[in-house]
């Protein structure tokens, strides 16, 4: 899996992340939710969606130029770190996506395409049998200060995250599989050995160690990002983070260029160069806004779209926004509890799994699991907009998605026996106050979540596990601190609710493997490095293969649950009238609608956002 994201971009450039488009007429029409509470159906049976189109076209006569209004919904300062190789959170990719630029795009499949049919900035060829990757850039991609995108660029966004004084969290599993990466990444080398450029400086042959099945897959493996190295190849890499060079004055070679950027805006204005056409719109803002003033704001006409509304809130805007269509669609994404099991060793690249944590025990992990009704919280905290999920993998990949697992459906009864078994005994008479460790001492577990939910449901999760006998004292952070303390294993920590946007690669390695900064757990066992290694090895070419490693993977993360999943989600994102067409970033193969659907492409057909139908 890879992070998109959610960690994935709300708006890049026509080859593919938001692209705006398709067929349908919209106004802000009621939509009654599908969903039911669904835990006497079969996995394989339940129904995970709620009846929205996930695309909209609205007509009507263009007016000149205009600035599109986006709504960014956080409850944070953002970083504003405006790179592909050092952005770590949602937040940022979102902000920065309409001056990225894309050097490829994904077909119908989610494949790696590239060329002028999908208007991407580079084209991609293949050699399975010699283990290669070309990549080659077009002519006319100019980055935001004139000078020419080149596959140098790509060779460069290689190097900063191999660098040995890279502190990002990009380096990992994917990146070791290019020949020469590790002796670059350990100092024995002064280039990567498996980069090599062509005479012209427009193409970039990369040299793997091993052809895994997933390479062909948008973000399976193949780092196709460009970074400017005559903007960044000054800055040691290890201040690259805090430099203005990606806080202030970041270059792309997407549709927009920044202007400016504030704690609050981030302010765009059109690329006139840009290799697909200028903008049709004079620019783009995309401004910060609380949860809790989304919809108000909505309804004042201030945003001609908000992405990733709040599904707590769904009830204020169910029965629609006047002036707005509403659209959605079940993301590739999961919420997840996790559980800290070890440190990450910068040194070594790899997690230090440690059997003696304080929530080592599986039994205790899958007791607080099997202690959640997941089924009644999504319909009381989210009103059917989410779902119970049953595996670390979102029904979206059909193909790999293993429907015989049921995942920790409610069963207290259960939580309390495997509490039991485990030798966690009660302080008291069973069923009074809480347990004690196995040491007879009494049993603390601290658990941390992002601030922006309200805090009826954390206290849900408190009073859930209080039922089976565990003290559990939670702790709200904002976003930033909240991810600076799970990356860096902050001291104190027990469980911290997340959740992943997987992309469209579903490898897990990328998210629970031991050479990934992003496994937040740091678990790792000889048992489970070997069905991530079936998962990616040579006879995973064969799709039943690969099918079975994806289910035996399943079945043995559910069983030891370093991490268990708790929901799967409806991504819901508000449509001004006034904007022509929009489609949601998770449809595939739109890259070659790029002439009518990119987002340099977007025309307004008013003055201000519609508030009226």
Same mark, same amino acid.
């Given at each position: 899996?890879?992070?998109?994201?959610?960690?994935?971009?709300?708006?890049?450039?026509?080859?593919?992340?938001?692209?705006?488009?398709?067929?349908?007429?919209?106004?802000?029409?009621?939509?009654?939710?599908?969903?039911?509470?669904?835990?006497?159906?079969?996995?394989?049976?339940?129904?995970?969606?709620?009846?929205?189109?996930?695309?909209?076209?609205?007509?009507?006569?263009?007016?000149?130029?205009?600035?599109?209004?986006?709504?960014?919904?956080?409850?944070?300062?953002?970083?504003?770190?405006?790179?592909?190789?050092?952005?770590?959170?949602?937040?940022?990719?979102?902000?920065?996506?309409?001056?990225?630029?894309?050097?490829?795009?994904?077909?119908?499949?989610?494949?790696?395409?590239?060329?002028?049919?999908?208007?991407?900035?580079?084209?991609?060829?293949?050699?399975?049998?010699?283990?290669?990757?070309?990549?080659?850039?077009?002519?006319?991609?100019?980055?935001?200060?004139?000078?020419?995108?080149?596959?140098?660029?790509?060779?460069?966004?290689?190097?900063?995250?191999?660098?040995?004084?890279?502190?990002?969290?990009?380096?990992?599993?994917?990146?070791?599989?290019?020949?020469?990466?590790?002796?670059?990444?350990?100092?024995?080398?002064?280039?990567?050995?498996?980069?090599?450029?062509?005479?012209?400086?427009?193409?970039?042959?990369?040299?793997?160690?091993?052809?895994?099945?997933?390479?062909?897959?948008?973000?399976?493996?193949?780092?196709?990002?460009?970074?400017?190295?005559?903007?960044?190849?000054?800055?040691?890499?290890?201040?690259?983070?805090?430099?203005?060079?990606?806080?202030?004055?970041?270059?792309?070679?997407?549709?927009?260029?920044?202007?400016?950027?504030?704690?609050?805006?981030?302010?765009?204005?059109?690329?006139?160069?840009?290799?697909?056409?200028?903008?049709?719109?004079?620019?783009?803002?995309?401004?910060?806004?609380?949860?809790?003033?989304?919809?108000?704001?909505?309804?004042?006409?201030?945003?001609?779209?908000?992405?990733?509304?709040?599904?707590?809130?769904?009830?204020?805007?169910?029965?629609?926004?006047?002036?707005?269509?509403?659209?959605?669609?079940?993301?590739?994404?999961?919420?997840?509890?996790?559980?800290?099991?070890?440190?990450?060793?910068?040194?070594?690249?790899?997690?230090?799994?440690?059997?003696?944590?304080?929530?080592?025990?599986?039994?205790?992990?899958?007791?607080?699991?099997?202690?959640?009704?997941?089924?009644?919280?999504?319909?009381?905290?989210?009103?059917?907009?989410?779902?119970?999920?049953?595996?670390?993998?979102?029904?979206?990949? !059909?193909? *790999?998605?293993? &429907?015989?697992?049921? /995942?920790?459906? $409610?069963?207290? #009864? =259960?939580?309390?026996?495997? +509490?039991?078994? !485990?030798? *966690?005994?009660? &302080?008291?008479?069973? /069923?009074?106050? $809480?347990?004690? #460790? =196995?040491?007879?001492?009494? +049993?603390?577990?601290?658990?941390?979540?992002?601030?922006?939910?309200?805090?009826?449901?954390?206290?849900?999760?408190?009073?859930?596990?209080?039922?089976?006998?565990?003290?559990?004292?939670?702790?709200?952070?904002?976003?930033?601190?909240?991810?600076?303390?799970?990356?860096?294993?902050?001291?104190?920590?027990?469980?911290?609710?997340?959740?992943?946007?997987?992309?469209?690669?579903?490898?897990?390695?990328?998210?629970?493997?031991?050479?990934?900064?992003?496994?937040?757990?740091?678990?790792?066992?000889?048992?489970?490095?070997?069905?991530?290694?079936?998962?990616?090895?040579?006879?995973?070419?064969?799709?039943?293969?690969?099918?079975?490693?994806?289910?035996?993977?399943?079945?043995?993360?559910?069983?030891?649950?370093?991490?268990?999943?708790?929901?799967?989600?409806?991504?819901?994102?508000?449509?001004?009238?006034?904007?022509?067409?929009?489609?949601?970033?998770?449809?595939?193969?739109?890259?070659?609608?790029?002439?009518?659907?990119?987002?340099?492409?977007?025309?307004?057909?008013?003055?201000?956002?519609?508030?009226?139908?």
């Amino acid at each position: 899996m890879k992070l998109s994201k959610k960690h994935a971009f709300l708006a890049t450039t026509a080859s593919l992340t938001l692209l705006l488009a398709a067929c349908g007429a919209g106004g802000g029409a009621s939509q009654e939710s599908t969903a039911e509470v669904q835990e006497d159906v079969p996995v394989g049976e339940r129904d995970y969606s709620i009846g929205y189109e996930d695309h909209v076209i609205n007509e009507g006569e263009p007016i000149e130029g205009g600035e599109l209004q986006v709504g960014v919904v956080t409850e944070s300062a953002w970083k504003g770190v405006f790179s592909i190789t050092h952005y770590q959170d949602s937040v940022d990719s979102t902000l920065m996506g309409p001056m990225l630029g894309s050097l490829l795009a994904e077909d119908e499949n989610y494949q790696l395409v590239g060329g002028e049919e999908y208007g991407t900035a580079a084209d991609i060829a293949i050699d399975e049998e010699a283990k290669t990757v070309t990549l080659t850039v077009r002519d006319g991609v100019t980055w935001h200060d004139g000078e020419p995108l080149t596959a140098n660029d790509i060779v460069f966004a290689h190097e900063l995250v191999g660098h040995p004084d890279y502190r990002g969290v990009r380096y990992g599993d994917d990146l070791m599989n290019v020949v020469g990466m590790e002796e670059y990444h350990n100092g024995e080398a002064d280039t990567i050995s498996g980069l090599t450029l062509s005479d012209d400086n427009m193409s970039v042959t990369i040299e793997y160690k091993e052809f895994n099945p997933n390479m062909r897959s948008s973000g399976g493996g193949i780092y196709a990002y460009a970074e400017p190295r005559h903007h960044l190849e000054d800055v040691p890499v290890d201040k690259i983070e805090a430099s203005d060079e990606v806080r202030v004055n970041p270059l792309g070679f997407g549709p927009f260029k920044v202007k400016s950027i504030s704690d609050t805006a981030v302010q765009y204005e059109a690329y006139d160069d840009y290799y697909l056409g200028a903008p049709k719109v004079d620019g783009m803002v995309l401004s910060r806004i609380s949860k809790n003033n989304v919809v108000s704001s909505l309804s004042s006409g201030q945003f001609d779209w908000v992405r990733g509304m709040p599904l707590d809130m769904y009830e204020s805007y169910q029965d629609g926004i006047p002036g707005y269509t509403t659209l959605g669609h079940l993301d590739n994404y999961y919420g997840y509890t996790g559980f800290k099991l070890g440190e990450w060793n910068a040194d070594e690249g790899k997690v230090n799994y440690n059997p003696d944590a304080k929530m080592a025990d599986k039994n205790l992990r899958k007791a607080m699991a099997h202690a959640l009704n997941i089924d009644e919280m999504v319909q009381s905290f989210y009103h059917g907009t989410r779902f119970r999920a049953t595996t670390m993998l979102p029904p979206t990949f !059909a193909q *790999y998605f293993n &429907e015989d697992i049921e /995942g920790f459906p $409610y069963d207290v #009864d =259960k939580a309390n026996q495997l +509490l039991d078994e !485990a030798g *966690y005994e009660w &302080e008291g008479e069973p /069923g009074e106050g $809480y347990r004690l #460790d =196995k040491d007879g001492n009494p +049993l603390k577990i601290k658990m941390i979540a992002m601030t922006g939910a309200d805090e009826s449901l954390f206290l849900f999760y408190q009073q859930s596990w209080a039922a089976i006998g565990l003290d559990v004292q939670y702790e709200l952070l904002e976003m930033n601190a909240f991810y600076d303390d799970v990356l860096n294993d902050a001291e104190g920590i027990d469980v911290f609710l997340g959740a992943w946007g997987v992309g469209h690669d579903p490898t897990p390695h990328g998210l629970y493997g031991p050479h990934s900064a992003f496994n937040y757990s740091r678990y790792e066992s000889e048992e489970h490095n070997e069905l991530l290694a079936n998962i990616q090895s040579a006879e995973a070419h064969d799709l039943e293969y690969r099918t079975e490693a994806f289910h035996k993977w399943q079945e043995f993360f559910m069983e030891e649950a370093p991490v268990f999943p708790t929901v799967w989600t409806t991504n819901l994102t508000l449509v001004n009238n006034r904007v022509s067409a929009y489609v949601h970033s998770n449809k595939p193969g739109m890259g070659k609608e790029h002439e009518t659907y990119g987002l340099h492409n977007i025309e307004l057909l008013a003055d201000q956002p519609m508030t009226t139908e």
